[in-house]
């Protein structure tokens, strides 16, 4: 199995910062790489797919860059509403695997 | 309006089975590969089993091989997972979600999730 690792495992950000959140997998996996945010008790929802594809209705301050191994999804100017969990996933090959998450929060 | 409502959850003793369903609409849900995901109170994000459009792949996560079965019926729109023996450690809460279009594309529709607590 692909092994995903992500960091920060959480981070604490002030409204309007910049926030990068790093994914690593255990091998190259091109850019099939999507970026998940999750609230609590809520299902997560897409952000980013194929490493740097906005989803539709997603705000443009979510963006995500990276191919081969290393990934990254940044906030360029954090909200309120973002404070969440964010999980990095690999759609390269089966198991679905995801990154173990970095809980967001606002200061 | 892409719509996946998921049922079945509930309490259930060690050993014991659950049947989940997911119920899918606002899309032509025989065109969409789809899996389960779970997550454990607390923790992170799972991947159980996989189906593909017209069922002739099916993956499960190693953990539950032998234990679920992943089924699909595209005239009635629906998906199931059969969970039997059930462990303490199988509590969670399921979604089911779609799998976009193109090969390896994101899950982009979840449900809301159904939660097994497997507990004496």
């Known amino acids: 199995d692909i092994q995903m690792t992500q960091s920060p495992s959480s981070l604490s950000a002030s409204v309007g910062d910049r926030v990068t959140i790093t994914c690593r997998a255990s091998?190259?996996?091109?850019?099939?790489l999507n970026w998940y945010q999750q609230k609590p008790g809520k299902a997560p929802k897409v952000l980013i797919y194929a490493a740097s594809i906005l989803q539709s209705g997603v705000p443009s301050r979510f963006s995500g860059s990276g191919s081969g191994t290393d990934f990254t999804l940044t906030i360029s100017s954090l909200q309120p509403e973002d404070s969440a969990a964010y999980y990095c996933q690999q759609s390269y090959s089966p198991p679905r695997t995801f990154g173990q998450g970095t809980k967001v929060e606002i200061k | 309006e892409v719509q996946l409502v998921e049922s079945g959850g509930g309490l259930v003793q060690p050993g014991g089975s659950l049947r989940l369903s997911c119920a899918a609409s606002g899309y032509t849900f025989s065109s969409h590969n789809m899996n389960w995901f779970r997550q454990a109170p607390g923790k992170g994000l799972e991947w159980v089993s996989y189906?593909?459009?017209?069922?002739?792949?099916?993956y499960y996560t190693d953990s539950v091989k032998g234990r679920f079965t992943i089924s699909r019926d595209n005239a009635k729109n629906s998906l199931d997972l059969q969970m039997n023996s059930l462990r303490v450690e199988d509590t969670a809460v399921y979604y089911c979600a779609r799998e976009y279009g193109p090969a390896r594309g994101p899950d982009d529709y979840w449900g809301q999730g159904t939660l097994v607590t497997v507990s004496s």
């Open positions: 189906i593909s459009s017209s069922s002739v792949t099916i």
């Open positions: 091998q190259s996996i091109n850019t099939y």
